[in-house]
């Protein structure tokens, strides 16, 4: 099927038990036994299973071209329960400019149970290998990353891990399963925080990971059932729902985004502009050959912190607001928001500047955001 088709199509598209063309929400925390073991369609207890989770773990499988598939209460507790596959000693190579949340869960939470981390450029991909060690267990990208934008070359991460028989993660958060699609290049696990692009709308909060490794999708089920982290049955079905529109609304924020882009780059107030789809951004050729598509987070740099503060007050259409990939347009500051636990000299190595403006562009018209941004910027 082609994506848009297998959006709605993907999964388990009718109730098995009665036919419901939309999944039911199974708003149930246990399940009547037949005989002592003897389990109907396997559901015992709603933290090992059910039935609305079971649709949209399925559906994500799909989407990712994979064969297992996880829902969880958010992204983070997807992202951590991956790392949780990793012992203490292991050792992970991480993209440095990864998203704030995932920075602060592993060098305030994950470094204290012995598992080490380095932070590295994984743009530069013929560099990884000499940050390989003997206790390296893991391969973490981002790519886009969050909130430069910096492409990471997926095949090659895949093959570097495969090498040295690592576990290789890529994020795909920004991408969704409708642009990119990570296991295709033989990654081991991708994940996404579902509350952005997948959900669609501003009103959950989930992770969900896929894989085609059934030893790693044992683990993880594992560790899911054993730390307790599911999704439940009611954001479940709101992924669901937003799922089938997913094609529309990435069509739809890409249309918006080239447009934003284009004037950004021509508007004298803005000093540097980070998107893929820019010829001259960094790994412009290898995003192209990894992806049908772009992300709607556009990062800018103005001046300086202020500057930035009064764009965002100009503004009338960009929400101010934590998270991206809804329908509404939101605006942010990475070093006052979604990257504020990062050091601010990490940040600043990293390019992350106090004027550096992050926008998740939505669905509006496009003619009402590039207008809006411009006299935002302009006064």
Same mark, same amino acid.
């Not at 207890?45 to 399925?58: C, D, F, H, M, Q």
């Given at each position: 099927?082609?994506?848009?088709t ?6 388990k ?16 925390s246990?399940?009547?036994?037949d005989?002592i073991?003897?389990?109907r369609?396997?559901?015992?207890y709603s ?13 994500i ?12 209460g ?8 991956? %790392?949780? #596959? ?5 050792h992970l190579?991480?993209? !440095? *400019? $990864?998203?704030? &949340?995932?920075?602060?869960a ?7 149970y012995g ?16 940050y390989?060690?003997?206790e ?32 290789s ?5 920004f991408?969704?399963?409708y ?9 081991? %696990?991708? #994940?996404?925080?579902?509350?952005k692009?997948?959900?669609?709308? !501003? *009103? $959950?909060v989930? &992770?969900?990971?896929a ?13 899911q ?10 954001d479940?079905?709101l ?9 529309l ?6 249309r ?31 995003h ?17 912190i202020?500057?930035?503060?009064k ?6 259409l ?23 636990s990062?050091?601010?000299?990490v940040?600043?190595?990293?390019g ?5 403006i992050?926008?998740s ?12 941004l411009k ?5």
């Amino acid at each position: 099927m082609n994506k848009k088709t297998q959006l709605i199509h993907g999964g388990k598209t009718t109730d098995p038990y009665t036919g419901a063309v939309t999944t039911p929400i199974y708003q149930t925390s246990t399940y009547e036994q037949d005989a002592i073991g003897d389990l109907r369609q396997g559901y015992e207890y709603s933290r090992s299973g059910n039935p609305t989770r079971t649709a949209l773990e399925g559906l994500i499988a799909d989407l990712e071209h994979g064969q297992h598939g996880f829902a969880f209460g958010s992204g983070m507790a997807a992202i951590s329960a991956v %790392i949780m #596959l990793l012992d203490e000693g292991d050792h992970l190579l991480i993209n !440095s *400019d $990864v998203y704030g &949340g995932t920075y602060r869960a592993l060098t305030k939470v994950f470094t204290r149970y012995g598992i080490k981390v380095d932070f590295i450029d994984t743009t530069q991909i013929d560099s990884v290998e000499s940050y390989i060690k003997p206790e390296t267990k893991m391969l973490y990208i981002e790519t886009p990353s969050n909130p430069l934008l910096r492409v990471t070359d997926i095949k090659k991460t895949a093959e570097i891990a495969k090498k040295h028989n690592l576990i290789s993660v890529v994020d795909n958060t920004f991408m969704t399963p409708y642009f990119q699609n990570p296991l295709t290049f033989d990654i081991d %696990i991708v #994940l996404h925080s579902a509350t952005k692009y997948i959900g669609g709308h !501003s *009103d $959950v909060v989930a &992770g969900l990971v896929a894989t085609n490794n059934a030893d790693l999708a044992e683990r993880i089920g594992f560790i899911q059932n054993s730390t307790g982290g599911v999704l439940g049955p009611q954001d479940s079905y709101l992924l669901i729902r937003g799922i089938k529109t997913l094609g529309l609304r990435m069509d739809q924020v890409q249309r918006n985004t080239l447009a934003i882009v284009e004037m950004l780059q021509s508007h004298e107030a803005v000093q540097a502009v980070f998107h893929p789809s820019i010829e001259s951004h960094l790994n412009h050729d290898i995003h192209q050959s990894q992806a049908s598509g772009h992300t709607g987070v556009v990062a800018f740099e103005v001046a300086d912190i202020e500057t930035a503060k009064k764009v965002i007050k100009e503004s009338k259409l960009f929400t101010l607001a934590e998270s991206l990939g809804a329908v509404e347009s939101l605006v942010s500051v990475p070093a006052l928001m979604t990257h504020a636990s990062i050091p601010k000299d990490v940040r600043e190595k990293e390019g992350i500047a106090d004027g550096l403006i992050r926008l998740s562009v939505g669905i509006e018209d496009t003619e009402d955001l590039v207008a809006d941004l411009k006299q935002a910027l302009e006064k």
